[in-house]
Each structure stands twice: as C-alpha cells, then as structure tokens.
C-alpha cells in the first residue's frame, strides 16, 4: 500500500477482487449496518481467510463485524458498539469478548469521528467536549485529556488522529472517472478522507462523470480519494441501500439464530459465504 | 379504561418530555419514541430526530450530525438505557457480571451535550439498578469546573418513575405504576434513594391519550419499529 497518491481510480472485476488488495494485519474502517456496508467483498475477505485485521467502527459496527469476527479474521476492534440493531446482540463478537479472544477498544461514536477529522484536516489531534468521567477515558490509549488553552480551568479531552490503513464501503453508482455516490452518508466521506486507502463496491455504473452533474455531486466522493472500486449487484445484502433495497430483516434474524453457536455460524458461512457468491 | 404497559410508559415520557422543541431518540427505543410521537400529537412544532429511521432520516451529512447538533445546543431532550444504572445516575453499557454488552455509543457525549436525559429502563431489578457501575460508560454527574450542558432529568422503569435530584445526586421515587408498590420498588432496586411517606401511583393515560397512541401514533410506530409496534397494538 502506498502512502496517499492522489488516487487513479482503478476497476477491478468483482469484490474478491477488492478482498485481494486488502492485506492481512489491515486497519478496515468500516460504517455502521445502515451505511453501504459492502457485505460482498466482507464475504470475500472470509473466503480469501483473511487474518489479523483491525475493525474501526465508524462509529459503531454491525453484521459485517459479527461474521468477520466469527470466522478468526479479525485480532482487534476500535467501535463504539457492536450490534444487529433489532435483531439483538451481535452473537459471534459477544462470544469472543466473553471468551477474551478479541482485543476491544471501547470508544464513543463522537470520538471517532472527531479523530477522523482530524486526520482529514492533516491535524494531530482535535478536541471534544464530554466523555469526561467515563472510564472509556481511562482504558482508551489514545485519548488525553488537558486544559483548554484559551481558558483557566476548563479539562477537555482530545482524539488522536486517526488513519485507518483501508476505507471500505458499498456505493450506489460508479462512474467512468472513479467517482462513487453515496447519498447522504457523510460518514462514508470522513472514512476515505481519513484512509490510506479507499475501496468501493458499487450497485451499478453510470456513464460519464458524475462531478459534473449538479444534483448528483453532492452525494458524491471524488476519485481523488479512491483507490479501486469494484461491481457488486444487491452488495450490501442482507443490509439495504436506501433507495434501492431495504435491509433484509428475516435474513438478519436467520443469521442472529444460527450464529448464537459456533457450529450454527459454520452453517450460515457454507451456506452463505462459502457456496453463493452473491444472493 | 385497560391499557397496556407499553401504553403507560409511553404517555409517561411524554410528559417528561414536556416542552421541549427537539427530541432525539437513538437506537433501539421503540416507547421513548412512542412517547414523543404521542406529544407531538398535541404539540406538532416538537421536532423528532430518529436516528434509526430507515428512509427519510432527518440527517444529511452521516452519522456524526447529530452528535454536532447536540454539540451546539440543538438537542433539548434525549434517551439513554443501560445494563446497569446506579444511584448516582451513571450508566454501563459495556460489560456486567462477565456478560459484554454492544458498547457505549454515543452516550458519553449526549449525556453532557442534550440539555436533558430521560434514563429508560424497563427491567426494573436489582440486577440493573445496582449500587455501583461496573463501568462507567457515562457519568451521571461531573465535578465543578468540568463543562457540562445536561444531565439526567429522570429515570422511568416498568415500576416506577424516579426523579433525578442534582443537588443531592440522588434520585426520588416520584411514582409507582399500577401493580408495583413502594415496598416492591424498595425491593428491587439495588441503590438507595429518597422517598417521600406515601409514594403516589403513576397517571393512568387518559381516554385521549390512549385514542391517540392507538392510531396516529401507532402507524408512525408501526413503520420504524414494526415488532414492537404488532406487539403492543395489534396482539401478535
């Protein structure tokens, strides 16, 4: 991985092509289950027996964190949550904090973003209020607190910068020049402003540039920071795309019942990673 | 009139809402949201900001809006749960009793920045009401000197309502719903608070109340929180 090139988009085949170029020991910042989660190539990491990766959740992980977890690709998480939402726990990555398997470092959502934007301004810290008095101050390495310089007697906490090694995400459409829409998902934006590197599974492509289009631009992440994109039809299933496909909620159930067992979570993967490449 | 849990706990955080103009509820909160839903009835300027809402959600800009809505002073009343709750009103949302819990979210944040904190809690045990937090994933109070907006205005559970009293940093038994009793709260909270001698019984919903949550209300409901919602109001 290269450090920061302003990025000649490349297009790959499909998202094992993608899970290819994100190395073993990577730090993945990810969205949460109703941001463009690119489940596809999540799939393709587990097939491709990915190792040692280090989850950021941005700010809090879902489904694609559980299944990582649960199939021994993952050392450590960064998040401020792990959850299936309605469907209750997040079973596989419950199981392995329970067991003291998985390395966690609990943080809170806005805290994560704040360090993200910091490395987007190319600051090394940046302040938030709150959080004080949390034991999340006390066993977070990375957190400081001190006095505000413009004030007597005023602790504020800072975030370190924080530089994923790898964006990864779903957009609705690609372009011809390696732009990727993703709507109103902000956060998508600060997570490949943030990293090294930036891949993106697409539902469809759309012919031309979509930075020229006024009303399109907007929802838009520029190739400048995106390293490759890749197509992946319905890719965010089980999650949704909004606009396109909702979050498939009995699937997510389906999965909640099965992976509450390691025996159980092998089924779901030979049944849904391993056999079918796309749903 | 018959109403249904849910119903009680709902019209509830409705009045402990009170008059405030922006409501935003998080994850998972199917009867603060009914709560406030039910208040918009009556007041529609109330803005509600549905984190979880699937389709039209009222943020542009990601997940982090809220928490600079918040930030500056835009969010006047939010919700926070925990696993464990103590009496001095700090939450845990991490781990209890080796048992990990999702995370604390963006708890340790909104817990200062809204103006005002609803703790919701429906299990009402000694289990969750404990004396001391295994971990403190948000505070209930913070020293002078600390900048701190809001804090806890109250904690509502499936037996009672308690008010926080920020002065004493203890809470007071303000309310004990239908079937449950002073005696029983006692019982089964595991931190001390105070009490006054006779402990009156929380307001049953009105005839309009329950007319209202069980159709406007109910359909907004419906869509964002469908389990819930076929539970409570259409028996399944």
């Given at each position: 991985m290269s450090a920061l090139p302003s990025n000649e988009t490349r297009f790959l085949a499909d998202a094992d092509a993608l899970a290819r170029e994100i190395p073993d020991g990577a730090c993945i910042g990810l969205p949460p289950d109703n941001s463009l989660v690119a489940m596809a190539v999540v799939r393709a990491l587990v097939r491709r027996g990915a190792k040692d990766l280090k989850l950021l959740g941005v700010p809090v992980l879902g489904l694609c964190a559980d299944i990582l977890i649960g199939a021994g690709c993952v050392r450590e998480v960064e998040t401020s949550a792990v959850t299936l939402g309605e469907a209750g726990l997040a079973p596989r990555f419950t199981a392995a904090a329970e067991a003291g398997t998985l390395k966690i470092v609990d943080a809170t959502c806005p805290m994560i973003h704040t360090g993200l934007q910091a490395t987007e301004k190319g600051v090394p810290f940046m302040p938030l209020r709150g959080v004080l008095g949390s034991d999340l101050v006390k066993h977070h390495p990375d957190w400081k607190t001190i006095d505000n310089p413009y004030a007597k007697g005023d602790p504020i906490l800072l975030a370190k910068a924080i530089v994923p090694d790898v964006a990864l995400f779903h957009a609705r459409w690609a372009d011809d020049c390696g732009n990727v829409w993703v709507g109103r998902r902000g956060e998508l934006a600060t997570i490949a402003h943030a990293s090294k590197a930036c891949y993106v599974s697409y539902e469809e492509m759309k012919p031309g540039?979509?930075?020229?289009d006024e009303l399109l631009a907007p929802g838009c992440i520029g190739s400048v920071y995106i390293t490759a994109v890749a197509p992946a039809p319905r890719g965010a299933w089980p999650l949704g795309v909004p606009g396109a496909y909702g979050i498939d909620d009995a699937h997510l159930a389906h999965y909640a019942r099965l992976a509450k067992t390691a025996e159980g979570f092998r089924k779901y993967l030979d049944e849904f990673v391993f056999k079918t490449v796309a749903a | 009139m018959n109403f249904a849990k849910e119903e009680l706990l709902a019209v509830t955080i409705a009045r402990l809402i009170g008059d405030a103009r922006h409501v935003a509820v998080g994850a998972a909160s199917p009867i603060p949201a009914t709560g406030a839903f039910l208040l918009k009835q009556k007041n529609p300027a109330l803005r509600i900001s549905?984190?979880?809402?699937?389709?039209?959600?009222?943020?542009?800009?990601?997940?982090?809006e809220l928490f600079d809505l918040a930030g500056q002073g835009r969010v006047d009343v939010f919700f926070l749960g925990g696993a464990q709750i103590d009496g001095e009103a700090n939450i845990n949302l991490v781990q209890a009793e080796g048992k990990r819990f999702p995370g604390s979210f963006g708890s340790a944040y909104m817990y200062f920045a809204a103006k005002k904190t609803i703790l919701f809690r429906e299990e009402h045990s000694a289990r969750v009401l404990v004396?001391?937090?295994?971990?403190?994933?948000?505070?209930g109070w913070s020293p002078p000197g600390v900048e701190r907006r809001g804090g806890p205005a109250a904690l509502l559970t499936g037996k009672a309502l308690f008010l926080w009293q920020k002065d004493r940093r203890r809470f007071l038994l303000q309310s004990v719903h239908p079937g449950s009793s002073a005696e029983d709260v006692r019982a089964n909270t595991g931190f001390d608070y105070d009490a006054p001698a006779v402990v009156p019984q929380t307001n049953a919903p009105s005839v309009e109340e329950l007319r209202l949550l069980r159709s406007p209300v109910a359909q907004v409901i419906l869509e964002n929180y469908p389990g819930f919602g076929k539970r409570v109001w259409e028996g399944k």
């Open positions: 540039d979509m930075i020229e | 549905l984190l979880q809402k699937r389709t039209g959600n009222p943020f542009t800009e990601g997940s982090r004396p001391k937090v295994e971990f403190i994933s948000a505070p």
